[in-house]
């Protein structure tokens, strides 16, 4: 059976769009259409369900699916062995998800040195919160994410790589900023959230309830979204955030952005790499991991 087609009818389930596997793929779609065309042919079943807005695989479709995701996975597995056999350089496609904390210096950063050692691969950052990225390493659409907090998931393993610092983010002539202020204190102050699913809520919500003081019941709270929007409205002066210290160092060193301590919270927050269950890390995941602890614990 042709692995080709495999791939291509794999993204077109993944994906639920002919045009979107073709992208991903880099060829035409009409390419990709004759490839799945060709599968279905040589296999005498419909495979795909093309009646709606979106591409469904059939019942049929769904057995072929799980089990080319396994083949595709043991000729990457086989290629790599023989690649390391043969001592050859890492080359393919590197798909890493990374939550907006670690995502905003720290794993752009390792993948850019990363990659200058591996000129021949191709590097894939993508950057979501939490839950978004822990999903997508789920379904095997990310090898490997880069996240701020771990999660129950069978399918998912988290292995700790590195402790980040989670500050007060304040307005730069605020006078919490520099200082260390009670719980209490928080309460004459707009509170600016991430949306639901952000690693650092998560976070910093159980420390509060450890602390006995319940987010949710703060006067004044703004919910904007991801970790951008909420660094932007914190320097114009529109309230007070938890976030990671990562992530605002160069606003902080520019004096944009203050930072404070709350007294009774745990500043720190273990940042996981997530990988599937039962999924064997290709080569190129295995070498920066392994690259990053090196870097990190350097540093």
Known sequence: MDTRQLAAFCEVVERKSFSQAAERLGVTQPAVSLQVRSLEERLGQRLLDRSGRTVEATEA??????????????????LEELDDEAGGELRGTLAIGASTGPGAHLVPLLLCAFQREHPALRVRLTVADTQAVTEQVAA?????????????????????????????????????????????EL????????????????????????????????????????????????????GVAFISRTAVEREVATGVLGVARVAGLEPRRQIYVVRARGREPTRAARGFLEFARGRLEAS
């Open 61 to 78: 479709g769904q057995v072929l699916y799980r089990n080319a995701r396994r083949i595709l996975q043991a000729e990457r597995q086989l």
């Open 140 to 184: 095997r659409e990310l090898e490997l994410g880069v996240v701020g907090a771990s999660g129950r998931h069978r399918s998912l393993a988290f292995e700790p790589l590195v402790v980040d610092e989670i500050v007060l983010a304040v307005p730069p002539d605020h006078p919490f900023g520099g200082h260390e202020v009670g719980v209490a």
């Open 187 to 238: 309460h004459g102050e707009t509170l600016l959230v991430m949306q639901e699913g952000a690693g650092v809520r998560r976070v910093v919500e159980e420390e509060l309830r450890r602390a006995g003081y319940r987010a949710r019941d703060h006067g004044s709270t703004l919910e904007l979204g991801l970790q951008e929007s909420v660094k932007s409205a914190v320097g114009a002066g529109y």
